[in-house]
């Protein structure tokens, strides 16, 4: 109960319980992930995906160049461009000829473009890890293991293309880093991509927290590797408060050991403080863990709540919108069915279902 009540009053706090987001939105449920998706972002970051479909590559090679200036202008703040990139990241899978098309335009230009190759970067980028998957490499078969090679290779092709046009770059370098911590061998072209964006822009919460992944258990580090980095980058804290939440790394390394051994309360109390008090789509990631948890719970205002979270920071992430939407769904079946007991029932309410 104390657990409930400290999930459901942070909610309340914050003023994101309720699904305001979408008022005088077509109903949810007869909408796709994507078209919600879009629905919550800008209009000119919207307008992204349809303008390239139609090959209006001026549109955005100026909306991510102007991005690009406002982000030197205040290197804190990643935030919009990192969502912008997601963004595209998230829905553009089969824009990949699209992207060999900018590119062409480009050479007959005599011109090349940053920004292309940056995004096909990314398709391909996800696309590797498309086929990989979440687990282990010991769990995962070699042939996707030599398919994700393949595409990651395009990728740092692209990676490269893009920082030789411009050697300020930070995130086709952030790309790098989640493609190279796959390969022990080649270390040091980690360490070159972490060194040269962090010359770049020596207060990159994005990069500090790529590579403090790189140094967890999974990927051949320790805790007390994290530890003593998480303390050198806090120092910086001052200048950028972000990088002092990067302990929060640590609730969810915890979490995840609790849950593994079945401490389930522990396990939950701890990814709510990852959530609260990390940064980024990190934090987003602890609202969509905390949402699947809760609905295996059979608490479902609580994971609806979360995935609300969730969306609210990273509305471009459409998996985390096509879960709520099922969780939604399967409420309503249990509603209809008069399988669903009285005081949830009303609780509901307060969430608009």
Known sequence: MKLFVHFLLF???????????????TLIETRSAFEISKSLLSPELAKVIPMLKK?????????????????????????????AIDYFSQSGQELHSALDDYLLLYEF??????VAHLLRGII???????????????????????????????????FDK???????????????????K????????????????????????????????T????????????????????????????????????????????????????SVELRIDAAIYSEGFFKAAQYHTLGAIFFEQGKYPESIAAYNMAIEIRPTR????????????????LKKNGRYIKDISSLLEDFNI
């Open 11 to 25: 909610f309340s706090i914050s003023g994101i319980v309720s699904q305001e987001s979408y008022a005088n939105e």
């Open 55 to 83: 090959r209006e590559f001026d549109y955005v090679e100026k909306y991510y160049v102007d991005l690009i200036q406002a982000y030197e202008n205040d290197p804190i703040n990643e935030a919009e461009l990192r969502l």
């Open 109 to 114: 230009r005599e011109e090349d473009s940053y």
């Open 124 to 158: 391909l980028f996800h696309k590797g890890w498309n086929v990989r998957g979440a687990k282990y490499r010991s769990q995962t078969k070699e042939e996707k293991l030599e398919e994700m090679k393949e595409h990651f290779e395009l990728a740092l092709a692209d």
């Open 162 to 180: 893009a920082i030789l046009l411009y050697p300020k770059d930070v995130f086709a370098r952030f790309f790098k880093i989640g493609i190279l």
């Open 182 to 213: 796959n390969y022990k061998k080649r270390k040091h072209e980690l360490d070159k991509a972490y060194s040269d964006a962090l010359e770049a822009n020596p207060l990159s919460y994005l990069i500090r927290a790529a590579y403090l992944d």
């Open 215 to 266: 140094l967890s258990p999974r990927w051949g580090g320790s805790f007390e590797k994290m530890k003593e980095y998480v303390i050198s980058s806090g120092e910086l804290g001052i200048k950028n408060p972000k990088l002092a939440t990067l302990v929060t790394r640590f609730y969810d390394h915890n979490a995840e050991y609790y849950w593994v051994n079945k401490e389930y309360e522990k």
């Open 318 to 333: 459409l998996r985390t919108i096509a879960r709520k939407l099922d969780v939604e769904d399967y409420v309503r079946k």
